[in-house]
T-cell receptor, first 110, second 115 residues
Framework: SQQGEEDPQALSIQEGENATMNCSYK?????LQWYRQNSGRGLVHLIL?????REKHSGRLRVTLDTSKKSSSLLITASRAADTASYFC??????????FGTGTLLAVQP | NAGVTQTPKFQVLKTGQSMTLQCAQD?????MYWYRQDPGMGLRLIYY???????DKGEVPNGYNVSRLNKREFSLRLESAAPSQTSVYFC??????????????FGPGTRLTVL
């Protein structure tokens, strides 16, 4: 079964706006990761946040993690048309396995 | 570096046929994974190999077998394909980091249709 559930399932915004995606999960984790998938391509790692971290930044990306609510959010600021993709959260435990969520499809209109 | 490569890119099979999906990585990673992705769903783990010489079942292993041929290569075999195995298959690899703080690197995928 899926560990992560992303919300919303789909999001459409204008270029320059911010995009926020949320992820909820069920069990305890060591880390949570976000991946991007362009249409017809493999996934690309964006950012990893450890369970003892609350916020992390990477360029235009900002990730927050609330372990008490078992949730995370990904914020993309000043979005561009090239950000159009599906975004997945994935939770990691003590093993090297990841459990992926169902994804958010982001469309950025030029 | 090519990263993670997969062959073939596309494949059409008839029900009952067999085939092997090939995956290779040139990053000297210890761990390798096979996932399937179905429309509207995330990735589901089929099998993984934590290190050379070991393989373990994931969430959806039925109907599949794997071989970790060496550190670079990890193949996925469908012995008797079924329409329910129509999917996009992704191979991934990662370093084996203590505590599981590893990012995974993905191949481009194999789009498989079973008629």
């Amino acid at each position: 079964s899926q560990q992560g559930e992303e919300d919303p399932q789909a999001l459409s915004i204008q270029e320059g706006e911010n995009a926020t995606m949320n992820c909820s999960y069920k069990t305890s984790i060591n880390n949570l990761q976000w991946y991007r998938q362009n249409s017809g391509r493999g996934l690309v790692h964006l950012i990893l946040i450890r369970s003892n971290e609350r916020e992390k930044h990477s360029g235009r990306l900002r990730v927050t993690l609330d372990t008490s609510k078992k949730s995370s959010s990904l914020l993309i600021t000043a979005s561009r048309a090239a950000d159009t993709a599906s975004y997945f959260c994935a939770t990691g435990g003590a093993t090297n396995k990841l459990i992926f969520g169902t994804g958010t499809l982001l469309a950025v209109q030029p | 570096n090519a990263g993670v490569t997969q062959t073939p890119k596309f494949q059409v099979l008839k029900t009952g046929q067999s085939m092997t999906l090939q995956c290779a990585q040139d990053m000297n990673h210890n761990s390798m994974y096979w996932y399937r992705q179905d429309p509207g769903m995330g990735l589901r783990l089929i099998y993984y190999s934590a290190s050379e010489g070991t393989t373990d079942k994931g969430e959806v292993p039925n109907g599949y077998n794997v071989s970790r041929l060496n550190k670079r290569e990890f193949s996925l075999r469908l012995e008797s394909a079924a329409p329910s195995q129509t999917s996009v298959y992704f191979c991934a690899s990662s370093e084996r980091v203590i505590g599981g703080y590893n990012e995974q690197f993905f191949g481009p995928g194999t789009r498989l249709t079973v008629l």
